[in-house]
């Protein structure tokens, strides 16, 4: 069999990637592939994940924290470092469960995982020849013009940090509208609508900035969409998996979602 590919979850605290983990891992379940859930949150709390692989078998938060005196911030620094001197143990616990996919849920704040040089080391370490980012936006920020911008941006960072594929996945699509839904469909697969809507929400816009950031959001190529799911209700996991699928099947499925249908 090949070796499984490897899907890790990002986003801004709380924008829901450890309960999709375990959505997604239920759905891939059901469908008849085996996922295997890698916890990378050394932080986490969250009992429901229950990876295969956890992070605080090695690393603990808690345990930094006590041992040295640090306060919160200090010990999240100093563990997504000490991460990477264990991930070769984690390596090893992954590759002794075979299954389809590798799950990797990464820490709440998304600053651990990004913006440490130490990740980079991670992700290569677990990623074999089919690995990608989802991304996943936050309803709370995604639904307003100037947090969507901020949010294609900060995906537009990762996928430029780590030059892996990404997928931007919009979370806890139960608590939209459907008129919100609709709203946030568009401005993801046309800049056109998403600058108006930005210069109508902002009274005193810096159009320098605006002109610019919306030159780069042009330039990153077609947005494609960005899928809307729910891991409360189950909504969207099986065409975020139909997504993966495209992203890692390559040639003709790799076209932008928004691309003309052929007559
Ligand atoms: N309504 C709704 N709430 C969700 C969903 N996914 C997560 N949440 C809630 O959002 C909060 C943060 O979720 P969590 O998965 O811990 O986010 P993380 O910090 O990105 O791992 C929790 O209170 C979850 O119950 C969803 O699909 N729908
Ligand atoms: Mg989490």
Known sequence: MDE????YFTGTAGAGKTSFVRAFADWMQNAGYEATIVNLDPGSDA??????VDIREWVRLSDLQDEYGL???????????MI???IFDVKQAVDELKGDYVLVDTPGQIELFAFREASRAIVDALSGDRSLIAFLFDPALARTPSGFVALLMLSATVEFRFRLPMLNVLAKADVLSPEQMREIEGWS???GPL?????????TPDVQLSTEIFRAIEMLGPLGGVVPTSAKDGTGLEAFYQSVQ???GGGEDLEPSHAPAPE
């Open 71 to 81: 306060g919160p911030n200090g010990a999240q620094v100093a563990a997504a470092d």
């Open 84 to 86: 990477a001197l264990k």
């Open 4 to 7: 499984p590919a490897t899907l």
């Open 47 to 52: 009992t429901a994940l229950d990876p295969a």
């Open 195 to 203: 600058y108006e809507a930005v210069t109508r929400d902002a009274p």
């Open 189 to 191: 697969q046309d800049p």
């Open 246 to 248: 495209r992203a890692f």
